[in-house]
C-alpha cells in the first residue's frame, strides 16, 4: 500500500472505494480514465496545463484536462457535480424520444429527488422546476439544474482545482518533463 494511502482510516479508505465504483459507470461511458492524469506516457504537456487557468471552458474541453478535474472533485467529495453535467449532456444528446422520459427519470432520481445517492446542491426553486419539467421529457429538461451546477462547477470548484496542490503537481510534472525533453534535443543536436 502506498504511503499516502496506509495514514487513511478504514472508513475513508472504504468511502475512498464506493466513490471510486459509483464514478466507474460515469467514466466508462465517456471514455474517460483517472489513470490519465499519473505519471506515464500520456501525460498532458505544460502548455495544455497551463491552457486550463485560461476559462474553464478550456479545462473540460480537454481530455486531461477534464480527467484532472475529475479526479478533483473525488478528492473532494463533490464528483456527482460533474456526473451530474455530463449525465446532462448525454441526455441531452438522446436521439430517440421514446427513450427520454426513462432516461430523464433515471437522472432525476439518481441526483435530483430528495433521496438521491449522489444528490446535487441547488435550490428549491431550481429542484421544483426540473420536476414540473419531468411531466413532458424533453432535450432541455435538466436545463436549469444543469446551468447551476456548472456555474457552480465553474466559481467555486474550478477556483479550488487551479489553487490545489494536485493541479500544482501536474504543472511540475509537465515542467520537468518538458525541459528534459528540451535538454534531449539540445544534446542530440550536438
Not at 490519465?36 to 473540460?60: A, D, V
Not at 424520444?97 to 446535487?120: C, H, T, V
Not at 467555486?156 to 487551479?162: I, S, T
Request: proline share 4%; with cysteine; aromatic share 10%.
Amino acid at each position: 500500500m502506498c504511503k499516502g494511502l496506509a495514514s487513511l482510516s478504514t472508513c475513508c479508505l472504504e468511502r475512498a472505494k464506493e466513490l471510486k465504483a459509483r464514478l466507474g459507470s460515469i467514466l466508462q461511458k465517456s471514455n474517460w480514465n483517472l489513470s490519465c492524469c499519473k505519471i506515464g506516457h500520456n501525460k498532458p504537456t505544460l502548455e495544455e496545463c497551463l491552457k486550463w487557468r485560461e476559462s474553464f471552458e478550456k479545462l473540460l474541453s480537454s481530455k486531461y484536462g477534464l480527467c484532472a478535474f475529475t479526479a478533483f472533485l473525488v478528492s473532494e467529495f463533490s464528483e456527482e457535480n460533474i456526473a451530474f453535467y455530463y449525465a446532462c449532456e448525454d441526455y441531452r444528446t438522446t436521439k430517440c424520444a421514446a427513450k427520454l422520459p426513462a432516461k430523464a427519470q433515471k437522472i432525476y432520481d439518481e441526483f435530483i429527488g430528495s433521496d438521491a445517492p449522489r444528490e446535487i446542491n441547488i435550490d428549491h426553486e431550481t429542484r421544483d422546476i426540473t420536476r414540473a419539467n419531468m411531466l413532458m421529457a424533453s432535450p432541455s429538461c435538466f436545463d436549469p439544474a444543469q446551468y447551476k451546477i456548472y456555474m457552480l462547477m465553474a466559481k467555486d470548484c474550478y477556483p479550488r482545482f487551479l489553487r490545489s496542490p494536485a493541479y500544482r503537481d501536474l504543472v511540475c510534472q509537465a515542467n520537468r518533463s518538458a525541459k528534459a525533453t528540451k535538454q534531449r534535443r539540445q544534446g542530440k543536436k550536438v
